[in-house]
Structure formats: C-alpha cells, structure tokens
C-alpha cells in the first residue's frame, strides 16, 4: 500500500494565500500524473487540478487565475498554490497519483487536508 502524504491545510481569511503539498514515497513504480480534487461537505469529489510528468495542467474553472499546480519530480512531490481564495472553495482537498509498475496503473489517494476560508 503507497501513502500518499498531504500537508498545507488550514484556516484562511478570504482573500487570503495557502500551499498545499503531497509527497509520493520512493518506490518500484512509476509516478505519472498527478493531482488536486475537493469535497465539500454533501457535494460529490470535484478535480481541481492535474499536472502530467511533462507539466501539461489542467484546471477546473473556477480556480483559474487563482490557483496554481507544480511539482518536483526529483521529489515525488505536488503542489497546489491557492491565492485570492473564497469561501466556496472551502473544502477537503485530496491529492491524487497514478502509479505505474510495468504496465500496470494504478491510482492512490492522499488522506485530505481540510481547508476553510472564513472570516
């Protein structure tokens, strides 16, 4: 079982900045893309962002121009830079990885970092 670590999570007034991180640990596979997704209490889980091993992102649409994804690939590791943030975007965030040994693929999930926006 591969634990993906999440950290970065807390509470922010609108407006304000927060950096999410999530870390892969070294193993005998492969990382491919990686990426963000939410869940707001009873809505389903949403993408938030993905970055390829190539960095090709992808957004959804309303964080762009707001947030930002990178990664290291030297570190297994992904982050997720969220400025000018409202309260809709308050919300479990959950880092994603697919893995790959051979040609097999799979994908983990971290374990949520909770983020709260609020005055």
């Known amino acids: 079982q591969v634990q993906l670590v999440e950290s970065g999570g807390g509470l922010v007034q609108p407006g304000g900045s927060l950096r999410l991180s999530c870390t892969v640990p070294?193993?005998?596979?492969?990382?491919?893309?990686m990426g963000w997704y939410r869940q707001a209490p009873g809505k389903q889980r949403d993408l938030v962002a993905t970055?390829?091993?190539?960095?090709?992102?992808n957004y959804a649409d309303d964080v762009k121009g707001r947030f930002s994804i990178s990664r290291d690939n030297s570190k297994n590791t992904v982050y997720l830079q969220m400025n000018a943030l409202k309260p809709d975007d308050t919300a479990v965030y959950y880092c994603?990885?697919?893995?790959?040994?051979?040609?097999?693929?799979?994908?983990?999930w971290g374990q949520g970092t909770q983020v709260t926006v609020s005055s």
């Open positions: 970055i390829s091993t190539t960095g090709i992102y």
């Open positions: 994603n990885a697919n893995l790959q040994w051979g040609k097999n693929f799979r994908d983990y």
């Open positions: 070294r193993g005998k596979y492969s990382v491919n893309t």
